[in-house]
């Protein structure tokens, strides 16, 4: 019996790896220049800390998470986002003790059990970064400009920002009641999982996404009306920054995001090329999650990105990409001179050169033609003759131009670097 890929997983074969790679490195070197740090967190925690992180009436944790128990008793579950993880390894090695602002980026698979479609699978990488320490919504613009950066980096034009800010502990309750008192007479027409939203966290309603739903949904109360000075002066700053760097972004009231831990600004970069899934990247504030998780009260604010729908994205719109290299060196070999090649192979792989050769036990022949079909840039035959007198032709496949060299792997690496810059 065939064993194949679970459903919502892929294989990354290696012309997408190659993609994936592209986008890591840009990523960070986005958040170099931007001063982020990289921090790497485990696969599975305690189910107790998305419960907790996330929040219980959150999709994810209600209907996405794998949850299971382990062989000594533990409820574990594969992490579905990176935040509550980074936030608790903050708390764990007493980084809130470090100088603050403390910036960190990460780059993780994640795990949410979901009905899988274009854009959506069960499991996926993110990108995201975190900055802990700052309440000044300058940290909110310094986190859309890094995305901004990394976005004209790819080439990427089409993806627009919206933002919202969804108040805080002091203005938010109101804005529930109100929502509260809006949805009530509609709930009849809603969803059986909006109808739970109800009770445990109103908010999410404006979140789902049952056309039934967002009928309702569209005339419901914004919180902009709700907004306490402090979250106004925050929103104000916020654009004010923006406008001040020329980032282009729409205030869309509608924002809220799916997980429970925002405050403040939320923010998402969406595209019309992914299809329904048409959120690349989502974030925004989270002051209160650290204390939730057990730490001092340290303001946060992140976001995370989709490399799927990224990805997605770049292709759909044409987006120039790099193209995997050809390989570069393939030293072609016979019985007699089968130890030189292999001598020579491994002094030029020392010499950074890429070098290959037949570990097939394959005649000349078909040596020859794995060469030329293998994607290599250049070869050397290294037959008796080569090996006695020291010399040997080290031949570009693609203009058939050749190089007479000695057969030392620095002089060669040089030659084959000489033409290949
Ligand atoms: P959606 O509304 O599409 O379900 P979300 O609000 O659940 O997204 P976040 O939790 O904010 O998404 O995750 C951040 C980003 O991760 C998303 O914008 C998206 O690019 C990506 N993402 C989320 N879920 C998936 C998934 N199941 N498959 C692929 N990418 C995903
Ligand atoms: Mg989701």
């Known amino acids: 019996m065939k064993i194949h890929a679970q459903r919502g997983t892929k294989d990354i074969l290696p012309d997408e790896a190659f993609l994936f ?3 890591d490195d840009v990523f960070k070197e986005t958040c170099h220049a931007f001063g982020f740090q990289e921090i790497r967190v485990p696969t599975f925690e305690a189910t107790e800390l998305f419960a907790r992180g996330v929040g219980d ?104 920002l919206e933002i919202n800010n969804i108040g805080c502990p002091v203005c938010r309750p109101q804005y529930l009641a109100a929502l509260k008192d809006y949805f009530a007479p509609h709930l009849s027409d809603m969803c059986g999982d909006c109808h739970e939203r109800f009770e445990r ?25 709700y907004l306490c000075a402090d979250c106004k002066e925050h929103k104000a700053t916020l654009e004010h920054r923006l406008d001040s760097l020329g980032v282009k972004y729409r205030v869309n009231g509608r924002i809220v995001r799916g997980l429970d831990y925002y405050t403040r600004t939320v ?31 340290v303001p946060g604010v992140g976001f995370a990105m989709g490399i799927e729908r990224l ?44 070098a290959d050769f037949d570990i097939m036990d394959r005649s000349f022949r078909a040596q020859m033609k794995y060469a030329g079909k293998g994607d290599y840039l250049a070869l050397i035959v290294l037959g008796e003759d080569e090996v006695k007198s020291g010399m040997a032709k080290l031949k570009w496949l693609d203009s058939g131009d050749e190089i007479e060299s000695s057969l030392s792997a620095d002089l060669l690496a040089t030659h084959f670097y000489s033409k290949e810059a």
């Not at 759909?316 to 990409?321: E, Q, V, Y």
């Open 201 to 225: 966290n109103v908010l999410r309603i404006i979140d789902c996404k049952v056309d039934a739903c967002q009928t309702v949904v569209k005339d419901s109360p914004l919180q902009e009306a």
């Open 267 to 297: 923010f998402e970069f969406i595209s019309e090329h992914v299809g329904t899934q048409g959120t690349i990247c989502g974030g925004g504030r989270y002051d209160g999650l650290v204390e939730t998780l057990g730490g001092p009260a």
């Open 21 to 23: 790679q592209y986008v």
């Open 57 to 160: 009436a959150s999709d994810i944790v209600s209907k996405e998470m794998y949850t299971f128990e382990d062989r000594g008793g533990r409820s574990i579950t594969l992490r579905p986002e990176g935040t509550a993880g980074v936030v608790r390894a903050f708390i764990e090695h007493g980084m809130t003790s470090l100088p603050l602002p403390v910036k960190l980026f990460y780059n993780l698979n994640c795990f949410r059990y979901e009905s899988v479609q274009k854009g959506r699978y069960r499991e996926f990488w993110q990108l995201g970064c975190e900055t802990f320490g700052p309440e000044s919504p300058e940290a909110d613009a310094e986190m859309i400009l890094l995305l901004d950066r990394f976005f004209q980096t790819l080439g990427l034009k089409e993806v627009a």
């Open 311 to 354: 990805l997605m994205e770049l292709k759909a719109t044409n987006t120039p990409l790099p193209t995997p290299s050809k390989r570069d060196l393939y030293i072609l070999c016979f019985p007699d001179t089968r130890d030189a090649a292999a001598t020579l192979v491994y002094a030029l792989r020392s010499e950074g050169v890429g």
